[in-house]
Each structure stands twice: as structure tokens, then as C-alpha cells.
Nanobody, 128 residues
Framework: QVQLVESGGGSVQPGGSLRLSCVVSGRPSPRYCAAWFRQATGKEREGVAFLFTGGGRAFYADSVKGRFTLSHDDSKNTLYLQMNSLNSDDTAVYYC?????????????????????WGQGTQVTASS
């Protein structure tokens, strides 16, 4: 059984930083796709960043490029999202998601329904 537990959300002033963590228990496969999505009130869930734990770099949505950094610690089976220069547009519930293959097809990488396992979400608020 695959379980994901997120932590690290909170409230910061615009320009501040937060680091989200997602502990993955029970891998969907030896190597897998790992992603962060977010959903603001009244909006669709959108992809923020993803990587394949088998190697290679992380990929980012245009809205967060240069500000967010996605990393994975294989020894701890933990996914991290470092978020810098936060602004009000980043305010949302952030979810980590994993799947064996979702990120291997370009058409699927940002599609929430392609990811089988999800965390419970953690609230991030950037407001003065």
C-alpha cells in the first residue's frame, strides 16, 4: 500500500520561503514519477513540478520556474519542494502525487488523473 504524507505548509509574507516535504511509504515501483500539484480556491488542480526518481532533472510549470526547486532523497524516500519568492498567486493547497508511469508520457505529466497516489494536502498561504 502506497501512502504519502506531506508537511511544511504554512503562512508567509510575500517574498518569503517554505519547504514542503512528502514521505512516500510503499513505492509504486522501484523507480517512479513524483510530482507536486496545487489547487487554489475555485480553481482547477495544476501541476507545479515533477521528476522521475530513476534519474534526470526536475521539470517545472512556467509559473514557478526559477523560484521552486524539486528534489528527491532516495535513502529517505522523501520528496522536497523548496519554494522561494512566494507571492499571493502561490496560495493554494499543495499535494504530492506519485505514479509508476504518469510522467513518462509528455501528454500525461501535468494531468492529475494520471497519478494514482496522493497525499492529503498542505496549505500554503502568502499574504501580507
Amino acid at each position: 500500500q502506497v501512502q504519502l504524507v506531506e508537511s511544511g505548509g504554512g503562512s508567509v509574507q510575500p517574498g518569503g520561503s517554505l519547504r514542503l516535504s512528502c514521505v512516500v511509504s510503499g513505492r509504486p515501483s522501484p523507480r517512479y514519477c513524483a510530482a507536486w500539484f496545487r489547487q487554489a480556491t475555485g480553481k482547477e488542480r495544476e501541476g507545479v513540478a515533477f521528476l522521475f526518481t530513476g534519474g534526470g532533472r526536475a521539470f517545472y510549470a512556467d509559473s514557478v520556474k526559477g523560484r521552486f526547486t524539486l528534489s528527491h532523497d532516495d535513502s529517505k524516500n522523501t520528496l522536497y519542494l523548496q519554494m522561494n519568492s512566494l507571492n499571493s498567486d502561490d496560495t493554494a493547497v499543495y499535494y504530492c502525487a506519485v505514479d509508476s508511469v504518469a510522467c513518462l508520457e509528455r501528454a500525461d505529466v501535468w494531468t492529475p488523473s494520471k497519478y494514482h497516489y496522493w497525499g492529503q494536502g498542505t496549505q500554503v498561504t502568502a499574504s501580507s
